[in-house]
Nanobody
Framework: QVQLVESGGGLVQPGVSLRLVCEVS????????MGWYRQAQGKQHELVAR???????FYADFVKGRFTISRDIIANTVSLEMNNLKSEDTAVYYC????????WGQGTQVTVSS
């Protein structure tokens, strides 16, 4: 019943910014920690950023200073603003509940290439 739908990815050049949006249905995000994850081709999922139910944010070292996670409680969405994208950011990006075993959504592809 819980659905996670990511959008906003695309093919961009290095240095470009993108804003990813995760639409969540079936579960109120305001009382859970939410995270953005990414999976590069042939690699495992890695946590990119997390926002707690209290609004605190945490970032992986490789995106600190470039990415910002936020949430819209009314819209029940979680966003990831990605600035100064680099080729190594290329991956499929997913959102999910950080502490709950929730199936992955379809993700959104981010490809950074010149």
């Amino acid at each position: 019943q819980v659905q996670l739908v990511e959008s906003g990815g695309g093919l961009v050049q290095p240095g470009v910014s993108l804003r990813l949006v995760c639409e969540v249905s079936g579960r109120d995000i305001s009382i859970y920690d939410m995270g953005w994850y990414r999976q590069a081709q042939g690699k495992q999922h890695e946590l990119v950023a997390r926002i707690t139910n209290a609004g605190s944010t945490f970032y992986a070292d490789f995106v600190k200073g470039r990415f910002t996670i936020s949430r819209d409680i009314i819209a029940n969405t979680v966003s990831l603003e990605m600035n100064n994208l680099k080729s190594e950011d290329t991956a499929v990006y997913y959102c999910n509940f950080h502490w709950l075993p929730t199936p992955w959504g379809q993700g959104t592809q981010v490809t950074v290439s010149s």
